[in-house]
């Protein structure tokens, strides 16, 4: 009879009495044990530059590239056009691949969130450019060796 009388459940007063905390109460003690409550320093404002608008300009599409790349390379439009298409197909798949991109004087290129949808994929990206003027970034000191 005692087995039956152990594994009894609690009476309701004893429910109550753990619901309202009278029972197994205790106040919380510091990670040292010596049951005082810990210091806190005050917290310091500290002043943050407000955020700058972007204002988008002009859209490139890959026809401005390709006319781009061809008048600062000096080379014809024939050769230019495939090297620009292998160069955007070569990023785009390191983009796919959530590959990290360091190419200077463009600057260092995250993926940081993508979202897979039916007729393609959202891609969020960090790019962050160096403050340098694009001859200093690129070394090139006008110097002929």
Known sequence: M?????????????????KSG?????????ATGAGTAPSTKAAKPTVVDTPQAVILG?????????????????????DAKPVVDAMLAIL?????????????????????????????????VKVRQSSQTSDEASGDDGEDI
């Open 2 to 18: 005692s087995k039956a009388a152990s594994s009894k459940a609690p009476t309701t007063s004893a429910k109550a009495a753990v």
């Open 92 to 124: 785009g798949e390191a983009l796919a691949d959530n590959r990290e991109l360091i190419l200077p004087p463009l600057g260092r290129i995250k993926v940081r969130r993508e979202k897979a949808l039916p007729n393609g994929r959202v891609m969020v």
């Open 58 to 78: 002009p859209v490139m599409r890959k026809k401005e590239l390709i006319d781009a790349v061809v008048e600062r390379s000096a080379i014809k439009k024939k």
């Open 22 to 30: 009278a029972i197994g109460a205790a106040a919380p003690t510091s």
